[in-house]
DNA sequence: TTGATTCATTGCAATATTACGATAGACTAT
DNA sequence: ATAGTCTATCGTAATATTGCAATGAATCAA
């Protein structure tokens, strides 16, 4: 059906979830790393930098800023774009928990 | 189109989106956790355990096992499923390197 | 063999995602 | 005002993903 039954997993489930839909894309794995690379950052960077269509990495962007590990400052006619640090930081915490799992001692069955 | 156009990024920035879209449905975060939680997996714990039906879940697991992420034994009439922790570490490394990119004195503009 | 159990596969329906052309809105420069 | 630049939004087309019923394949128990 294409429809995630979000309601019957938990809270956390769910985030980790939302946070990796971010990366699981290659154009936003490029804008990420664009942003790191760069100080400042414009809209039209990235469409000559990453080669996809001005509409699509608008579009790409507005989800990186809905999730919240981007921010943008509009800047006369362009827009500054970059990595909005807490978030990312919260991000990489919410994932690295769930990477960290208890593994150690496990009696590998397989 | 819905037709990603891998060939424009680097081989990296398609490896992070391959392993973050495995954790980019809430399904295989509970499948994985619950995995990390046991010693031994059977393909209907989880189906019990998660709440969808035994074909959705049979399918998260081929994805996953795809990935490298899980390795599956025949065990009689049941599959005995578990984490490969060779591969969760290389995705592991891969999305930490990701994630920690060079971002410490940078002049924030926004 | 027959029936029960367990998991995989197939086929389908519905939603989600990706991409882009066309267009609109906001600002700048002349 | 007018033209040019930059970004957002709309509409649309195509592919991808999710979920499940039905079915198949393999094993075990009797």
Redesign the interface.
């Given at each position: 059906m294409g429809l995630?039954?979000?309601e019957?997993?938990?809270e956390q489930?769910?985030e980790?979830?939302v946070f990796?839909?971010?990366?699981?894309?290659?154009?936003?794995?490029?804008i990420l790393?664009h942003l790191?690379k760069m100080?400042?950052?414009v809209c039209g960077d990235l469409v000559i930098e990453?080669?996809?269509a001005q509409p699509t990495i608008s579009q790409h962007l507005k989800e990186l800023k809905q999730l919240g590990l981007i921010?943008?400052?509009i800047e006369g006619t362009s827009v500054?774009?970059?990595?909005?640090?807490e978030n990312?930081n919260k991000?990489?915490k919410v994932?690295?928990e769930?990477?960290?799992?208890?593994?150690a001692e496990?009696?590998?069955?397989?």
């Open positions: 995630t039954k979000t019957i997993f938990s489930q769910n980790v979830a990796a839909k971010a990366f699981a894309h290659p154009s936003r794995v490029a790393q790191f100080d400042t950052c990453i080669g996809l921010k943008g400052n500054c774009y970059c990595i909005d640090l990312w991000m990489k994932l690295n769930f990477f960290d799992q208890d593994i496990k009696g590998n069955c397989c």
